[in-house]
């Protein structure tokens, strides 16, 4: 069972989604809206979105659904959200770990999730950003839109609808954990390419191996292979 609500506007539909949670025997609730005001992305830092050009959703999931560890899981809800955009626009969409959507080397859509327990109940609260109409992002920036990288223009509410049924499909058949790390690592950004990471400030070369199962992600660099949590190398592209 599942529900959708929607709102003209919002601040954050991860902080408001506990506002439409009056369903306890729905395990999953969704929350959208073309208008946030106050987006968040990873480790505070802040998701801005233009108004009704892209979509802010949250999905919450009763944490009882999910019968794999939160670094898995948020593996396989960029899996999900990469999935959805690839069949929708037939184009190569990538995961930069660890749960950014690339599309042509521009970020197209983000992927927040946090645990909250409301009403005595525990949820995954889902947040996604995804860029869809916007077509002027700063000029220094790594982002873009469905727009901006298909030419194609996506009706907003359709595409949110289908994007909220989509997931819960894909969130009631999750795969075994080898299955999830398979394919997080298949669809990997910059995997096994030479690539430019800043480490402390430092500039270097390096190459993306794989993401593993506690979060991490290893990468060859000129001193050897190394392992890092994300925040603590940032990937230039």
Partial sequence: MSELFYRNACSST??????????????????????????RGQYGN???????QNLAYTLAVKTSCIHHSDFLFNYYTAIAVQSYLANLTEKIVKIKWPNDIIIKNKKVAGILIEKKKINQESYFIIGVGVNILQEKFDKISNAGSLLTQTGEIFNLKPFAEKLH???????????????VLNQFNLDLFKKDEVSVFEIENVRQNGIIKNADKNGE???????GLRSFYHKEIKLLY
Wanted: no cysteine; hydrophobic share 40%.
């Fill in 165 to 179: 049924l989509f997931l819960i499909k894909k969130l009631n058949n999750i795969p075994n954990d080898d299955e």
């Fill in 14 to 39: 991860n902080d408001e989604i506990s506002d439409v949670l009056l369903y306890p025997q729905s395990n999953f609730i969704g929350l959208y809206t073309f208008n946030q005001i106050k987006g």
């Fill in 217 to 223: 992600i290893w990468i060859e660099l000129e001193s």
């Fill in 46 to 52: 802040s998701w801005t979105s233009a108004a009704e």
